[in-house]
């Protein structure tokens, strides 16, 4: 019983939280600009080093702490068939925002079951 109230609780103010604070935070900023450069410009396979140097920001801020491209690529493909509803780049980050918050939520449940 404590692991249900847990697995719908925990998203539930993950979600609140992202309506009463609508905006990115830095933690999650990488993430939220990479799933929209990939549904954006898509994952270019072909002259890959000129498209990513030309399309995604990550390449020409790329920060000062190395990070994988794996995860947002993995939160794209979730996000893609809500992507065609945006009409706007607010629009389709705001659709990536709670996919990344719902699939860390699930993390964190899936951990604790894990560990306990």
């Known amino acids: 019983m404590i692991a249900l109230c847990v697995g719908l ?18 933690e999650e900023s990488f993430n939220i600009q990479a799933i929209h450069d990939i549904l954006t410009n898509g994952v270019p396979l072909h002259d890959t080093k000129g498209r ?28 893609w068939p809500f992507a065609s509803w945006s009409q706007s780049p607010e629009q389709l980050q705001f659709i ?3 996919s990344n918050k719902l699939v860390c939520s699930q993390l964190i449940v899936c951990e604790k079951h894990g560990v306990s």
């Open 9 to 26: 609780l925990l998203p539930s103010v993950l979600l609140l939280h992202l309506y009463w604070a609508p905006y990115t935070k830095v």
């Open 52 to 79: 990513l140097a030309s399309d995604y920001d990550h390449f020409t801020f790329p920060g000062p702490v190395p990070r994988t491209f794996v995860g947002a690529l993995a939160l794209a493909q979730l996000t």
């Open 96 to 98: 990536g925002k709670p």
